[in-house]
C-alpha cells in the first residue's frame, strides 16, 4: 500500500528535481509462437505482441494523468529472436526484423527489444548468420533493438564471436550513416546480461521468464542531486545515507507504476529496475552527483570512488523499497547521454580509459560512447573484449555500446537528438590489437565461478 504523503513526495519530486520513469516494459514469451514457417511464426509474433502490449500506451498515458508522473519510453521485450529461428534463410529474418518493427510502430511502442543472440560457448552458422544479419536489420527499421552475450562468469569469454563484433559494428555505422550511425545506438554486446532488463538496447526476454512480466526502469539523477546541494559540509557517510534515502523514494515511485500497470495491462509485475539513468537535461546527470559528492569535475581522481559509493548506495536504498528489483540497477554512465559526462568530454578530463575504470563499480559498461569513424574493426573488438573481461571476473553485468561514427574525426560533434543527446568524438588509443584478436577461441571461466 502507498500512503497520501509518498504520492506527495513523488509529485514534488517531478516538479522540483526532474524524476520521472524511464520506462515501462514489457516482457513476452515467444516460444509457443515458433514455426519452420517463417510467415506463420511472424503472424504468430505479430498477434502475441498485440495481445500483450496493445493497450500500453493507454496505460502509460493514464499513469501520467493520475499521478502526474512522466513515463518516457513505453517498450516491448521479447525472447531473444535467435533461438527461434535456426532455420530461417538471411532473407527471412530480415523480414522477421521488419515485421517486428512495424508492430512496434503501429502500437506506438518506442523501442522493441529481443533482436538478439546468446554466445558465450559455441559459435555455430546459424548464429553467425542471425548475427551477420543485425546491421541490415537494424539499418532497415527505426525502433528494433539488437544484443549479443558473448560472456559469462560460468561459461568464460568467446573471442571469436568478440572478433566477429568489431567488423559488425563497423558495418552497422557505415549502413546509418546519414544518421551518424545511430543504428549503433541500438545494438550492445554484454557480459552476464540479465534475463529481465527493461533498459535498451539490451532488453530481451529470458528464458527463465514466464509467459509475459512488466518491469519499471527508474530515473532519478536528479532527485539525488538536489537532496546532495544541501549536504554541501556533510562526511562522507553522511552523503552515503543521504543517497540511500533517496533512492529508496525514487524506487517506491517506480513500484507504485509497477503495480498499477501489472493491475490495468492484467500482466504479472515483474521488477523494478533501480538504475539512475541520466538524460541531457541540465541537474539530471550521474556526473554532476558524482561532482556534488566532491570530485572537481568527472574524470579526475577520485571519480570511481564516488561513482562506486553512489551505485552501492542506490542498490542497498532501493532494494528495500520494492517487492522486486532486477535488471542493471544501479548508476549508468551513457557519455552522450549525461550533459555532466559531454562537459567533461570537452574539457579533457574524461577519457575512454578512464570511462573504462569507472565500469568497474557501476551499472553497465562503456555506453553511448562516439569514437572515430574510421577506427580499425580490432580495436573495437580489443574495446569490447577489455569490458567483458572486467564484468566477468567480477562476476558483474557489463556492456559496450559504442558508435564509430562513419566520416567523423576525433573533436566533431554527433547529435541524435532526444535521449541520446549528443557527443564528441573521443580520442582512441590507436595501437593495433589485431595480433590478440585474430588468435580467437574461447577462454575459460575464471575460478571464481567454481565457488559455488
Not at 568489431?166 to 549502413?175: N, S
Not at 568497474?360 to 569490458?387: F, Q
Request: overall charge negative.
Amino acid at each position: 500500500m502507498f500512503t497520501s504523503q509518498e504520492i506527495i513526495e513523488t509529485i514534488n519530486m517531478v516538479k522540483q528535481s526532474n524524476l520521472d520513469i524511464r520506462t515501462i516494459t514489457v516482457g513476452i514469451n515467444l516460444f509457443d509462437c515458433s514455426s519452420d514457417i517463417p510467415q506463420r511464426f511472424i503472424d504468430n509474433v505479430r498477434k502475441k505482441i498485440i495481445k500483450y502490449a496493445g493497450n500500453l500506451k493507454n496505460v502509460a498515458n493514464e499513469i501520467e494523468d493520475m499521478f502526474g508522473l512522466p513515463i518516457v519510453n513505453r517498450r516491448v521485450a521479447l525472447t531473444p529472436i535467435s533461438l527461434l529461428t535456426f532455420s530461417y534463410s538471411y532473407e527471412d529474418l530480415l523480414k522477421v526484423a521488419l515485421a517486428i518493427d512495424e508492430t512496434a510502430k503501429e502500437l506506438e511502442v518506442d523501442l522493441i527489444g529481443g533482436y538478439s543472440a546468446a554466445v558465450h560457448k559455441s559459435y555455430d552458422e546459424n548464429t553467425k548468420k542471425f548475427i551477420s544479419s543485425i546491421p541490415d536489420a537494424l539499418a532497415s527499421t527505426d525502433r528494433l533493438c539488437s544484443s549479443v552475450d558473448v560472456g559469462t562468469t560460468r561459461s568464460g569469454i568467446n573471442l571469436d564471436v568478440i572478433a566477429h563484433l568489431g567488423f559488425i559494428i563497423k558495418e552497422i555505422a557505415q549502413k546509418t550513416k546519414d544518421k551518424d550511425s545511430f543504428g549503433c545506438a541500438r545494438f550492445v554486446v554484454f557480459a552476464n546480461a540479465p534475463d529481465d532488463n527493461p533498459f535498451m538496447a539490451g532488453a530481451f526476454h529470458g528464458t527463465g521468464e514466464g509467459d509475459c512480466s512488466i518491469n519499471v526502469g527508474i530515473s532519478g539523477p536528479g532527485v539525488v542531486k538536489r537532496a546532495l546541494e544541501e549536504k554541501k559540509d556533510a562526511s562522507i557517510d553522511e552523503i552515503y545515507e543521504t543517497i540511500k534515502k533517496m533512492a529508496f523514494k525514487v524506487t517506491r515511485a517506480g513500484q507504485l507504476v509497477l503495480q498499477y500497470a501489472s493491475k490495468k495491462l492484467q500482466i504479472p509485475a515483474g521488477i523494478v529496475d533501480l538504475s539512475l539513468a541520466p538524460t541531457p537535461k541540465v541537474g539530471d546527470s550521474i556526473a554532476e552527483i558524482l561532482e556534488e559528492i566532491g570530485v572537481e569535475k568527472v574524470g579526475g581522481y577520485g571519480t570511481t570512488f564516488a561513482l562506486a559509493l553512489l551505485n552501492d548506495a542506490v542498490k542497498k536504498g532501493g532494494s528495500m523499497a520494492a517487492s522486486f528489483t532486477g535488471g542493471l540497477s544501479g548508476a549508468f554512465i551513457p557519455v552522450s547521454e549525461d550533459s555532466g559526462m559531454v562537459k567533461a568530454v570537452e574539457a579533457g578530463a574524461l577519457s575512454i580509459e578512464k570511462l573504462e575504470a569507472m565500469t568497474s563499480v557501476c551499472s553497465v559498461g562503456l555506453d553511448m560512447i562516439v569514437v572515430p569513424g574510421d577506427v580499425e574493426a580490432e580495436v573495437i573488438s580489443a574495446m569490447i573484449a577489455d569490458e567483458i573481461a572486467i564484468g566477468v571476473y567480477n562476476n558483474k553485468t557489463t556492456a559496450v555500446r559504442v558508435i564509430p561514427a562513419y566520416g567523423k574525426k576525433e573533436g566533431d560533434e554527433v547529435n541524435f537528438g532526444g535521449l541520446l543527446g549528443r557527443a564528441k568524438v573521443m580520442n582512441i588509443n590507436r595501437n593495433s590489437p589485431k595480433r590478440l584478436i585474430e588468435r580467437g577461441g574461447r577462454v575459460p571461466p575464471p575460478i571464481i565461478s567454481l565457488r559455488n
